[in-house]
């Protein structure tokens, strides 16, 4: 599960258009404070699936036989965004118990609270 959309030029690291980003959530996790569940995740943008994969696997990058990479470990984050948010906000009828239905929930949020109205669901 995961979203297609624009990652321009000026907004990230590498400086090209990446049209169809793509982009996951990933590192979901819950914490108490105060007495209140907080529901955490990072948003990261990736160039493609592939690159998305090779970063989560610590895939390691291939030499060419001289020099060296600048990471040794595939590390293809474009972008992120951490939310973290009480989980009530989030689940108002309560935490879904699979990840897999955590997901959809949260990629429906995601969309509607970073109002990402440009962006293809894959």
Do not use: R
């Not at 090779?54 to 939310?83: D, R």
């Amino acid at each position: 599960m995961a979203i297609q959309m624009k990652l321009g030029k000026d907004n990230n690291h590498i400086g090209i258009d990446f049209n169809d980003a793509y982009w996951v959530i990933e590192n979901v996790g819950f914490k108490i404070e105060n007495n209140s569940i907080l529901f955490g995740f990072k948003f990261n943008a990736y160039a493609n699936e592939e690159t998305c994969h090779k970063t989560q696997n610590l895939t390691e990058v291939t030499l060419l036989g001289f020099g060296s990479p600048i990471n040794a470990i595939h590390n293809s984050i474009l972008y992120t965004f951490i939310g973290l948010y009480e989980a009530s906000y989030i689940f108002p009828t309560g935490i879904p118990v699979t990840k897999d239905e955590q997901l959809v929930i949260l990629y429906t949020f995601i969309k509607k609270e970073l109002n990402l109205v440009d962006c293809v669901d894959v």
